[in-house]
């Protein structure tokens, strides 16, 4: 991938175990094959982004199957824009663990030249999704300050995950897609009725993206019967997990099948240049 410097901004290149850019700053290869492009004076926390725990509950609630219907339309609609045999870079912003890089990774497996990164401000996620998914380039570093080269990303996606529009409008060739998916106003409604006395719909309404066109905007929607285990799971993955009081996990542990609603915004947008 073309990585640029955090902190001066030049390309980096690859050099044995690490990445170095012209003004000798040096971003080591760690052994799962990342690189951590995320300096110290950059980070507004000590561990950045989702915890351990969270990216495992993830992780667990992800590989049980229950959102492949959306992993199938992120990877058939990159596929149905992507079709031409380019040298394409698709970048997945705020990755997680990998469950959607990895299947992007995999729609693309026989073309020759495409590339795939995934970039999380977790270590912890990155460290994951590295171990899963070798064929997949995967960065620490922050959506606010992207470090690739202006104008070097053909696609990328941000599948619930925070980002600095500016800074995808700069690293996206003009002409390149973005594929956004966001909660549709049913989300997981459920859930947020067992927490919240007065809940809210998600607002659907687009974002405003200066500089993109939104080319497609399609809901995905369906029901889900989640055993306690699962739902414990989801509720752990989700950021109402530390407003949950105890009587909630205990009802999802003993209640049985657990009825819920998925509801996903996909939106495809293209840069204008
Ligand atoms: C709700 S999770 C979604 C993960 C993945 N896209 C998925 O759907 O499975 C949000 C992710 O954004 C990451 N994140 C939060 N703030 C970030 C930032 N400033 N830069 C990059 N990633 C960030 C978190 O660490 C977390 O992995
Ligand atoms: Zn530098």
């Known amino acids: 991938m073309c990585y640029q410097c955090p902190l001066c901004h030049q390309p980096l290149f690859e050099e044995g175990a690490a990445w170095r850019c012209a003004n000798r700053h040096q971003f080591d290869r760690a052994r799962e094959g990342y ?34 219907p959306l ?33 992007i990774a995999a729609t693309f497996s026989s073309s020759t030249d495409v ?8 270590r912890e996620a990155i460290r994951s999704a590295a171990r899963r998914y070798p064929s997949v380039t995967f960065c620490v570093a922050s959506s606010q300050r992207l470090p690739f080269i202006t104008g070097s990303i053909s696609a990328a ?29 049913r989300h997981l409604l459920q859930f947020k009725a067992l ?36 739902a414990a799971t989801l509720l752990q993955m989700t950021p109402f997990a530390w407003r949950a009081r105890p009587e909630v996990w205990g009802r999802l ?20 240049g």
């Open 71 to 103: 992993q199938q339309a992120v990877c058939q609609l990159l596929a149905s824009v992507l079709n031409a045999n380019q040298p394409y870079r698709i970048l997945d912003v705020g990755c997680g663990e990998g469950y959607y890089t990895g299947a």
């Open 195 to 230: 927490i919240y006395q007065d809940v809210r719909l998600h607002d659907s309404a687009a974002e405003s993206l200066p500089g993109w066109t939104l080319c497609s905007e399609t809901s995905l929607a369906y029901p889900l019967a989640l055993n306690s285990d699962s």
């Open 35 to 68: 690189v951590n492009l995320l300096p110290v004076q950059h980070k507004r926390s000590k561990q950045p982004g989702d915890s351990a725990e969270m990216m495992q509950a993830r992780r667990q609630f992800l590989n049980e199957g229950h959102y492949q």
């Open 253 to 272: 542990a003993t209640g049985g099948a657990f009825a819920c609603e998925t509801d996903f915004m996909v939106r495809l947008w293209r840069h204008q």
């Open 157 to 185: 996606t941000r599948i619930y995950a925070p980002c600095n529009p500016e800074e995808l409008s700069r690293v996206i060739r003009p002409g390149g897609y973005l594929l956004t998916v966001t909660p549709g106003p």
């Open 115 to 122: 590339r795939i990164a995934g970039l999380d401000v977790s």
